[in-house]
Nanobody, 122 residues
Framework: VQLQASGGGSVQAGGSLRLSCTAS????????VAWFRQAPGKEREFVAS????????LYEDSLKGRFTISDDNAKDTVYLQMNSLKPDDTAVYYC????????????????WGQGTLVTVSS
C-alpha cells in the first residue's frame, strides 16, 4: 500500500483546510486509515481514524467537533476536514494504514505517507 497525502498549506487562525490521503495498492474492508500529526519539537500524536469501507471513526478527544475524517471509496481517498484551526494545530500531518481499524497507537499502522505541512498563523 502506498499513500499520498496532500492539501496542507498556510492558513490564518479560524480558517479551514481539507487534507487528502489517496491509497494505491491492495486495500481491504476493515483496514484502518488514520491521520497523525507531529508538531515541531513534539512527538507524533494521533488525530483520527476511520475503518476502510466499514464505517466507524475515532478521534482524539481534544479534536472532536473541529476535525472530521471521511472516506470516498470510489476515489480510494480519505479526507481530514479541519475547521476553526488554531496555531497549536501547526504540524506535519501524516496518513497511515493498518490492518486493524479504529486504533490510536501508531504501532498499529504499517504503511505511512510522506506527510503534508499545515501552518496556522495567529
Amino acid at each position: 500500500v502506498q499513500l499520498q497525502a496532500s492539501g496542507g498549506g498556510s492558513v490564518q487562525a479560524g480558517g479551514s483546510l481539507r487534507l487528502s490521503c489517496t491509497a494505491s495498492g491492495r486495500m481491504f474492508s476493515g483496514f484502518g486509515v488514520a491521520w497523525f500529526r507531529q508538531a515541531p519539537g513534539k512527538e507524533r500524536e494521533f488525530v483520527a481514524s476511520i475503518s476502510w469501507r466499514g464505517g466507524g471513526s475515532l478521534y482524539e478527544d481534544s479534536l472532536k467537533g473541529r476535525f472530521t475524517i471521511s472516506d470516498d471509496n470510489a476515489k480510494d481517498t480519505v479526507y481530514l476536514q479541519m475547521n476553526s484551526l488554531k496555531p497549536d494545530d501547526t504540524a506535519v500531518y501524516y496518513c497511515a494504514v493498518g490492518y486493524t481499524s479504529l486504533v490510536k497507537s501508531e504501532r498499529a499502522y504499517q504503511y505511512w505517507g510522506q506527510g503534508t505541512l499545515v501552518t496556522v498563523s495567529s
